[in-house]
């Protein structure tokens, strides 16, 4: 358990994590990023450059696929559909 607590304070396993819940961007991704320097979304934003355009999507949306949905409009929007 120590082991396993001590791997999720771990500063680079953390930034592999952030970078890789940028839709597109996985594990091999996010390393390649880190590699390069990348250790925040900020600083992604100014390197937009080494992403693929699927990438800079996930990007551009960043926050918006990182803000949860209520589940009342979850459930409206299935009713709906």
């Given at each position: ?33 880190y ?14 450059d ?32």
């Amino acid at each position: 358990m120590s082991k396993l607590t001590s791997l999720e304070k771990d500063p680079k396993l953390m930034t592999l994590e952030l970078l890789a819940k940028v839709w597109g961007v996985g594990p091999q991704a996010a390393q390649k990023l880190y590699s390069k320097g990348i250790k925040t979304i900020e600083q992604l934003r100014k390197k937009e450059d080494l992403l693929t355009s699927m990438q800079k999507i996930g990007l551009k949306y960043f926050e918006d696929f990182e803000e949860r949905i209520p589940r009342a409009e979850a459930t409206e929007i299935s009713t709906t559909v």
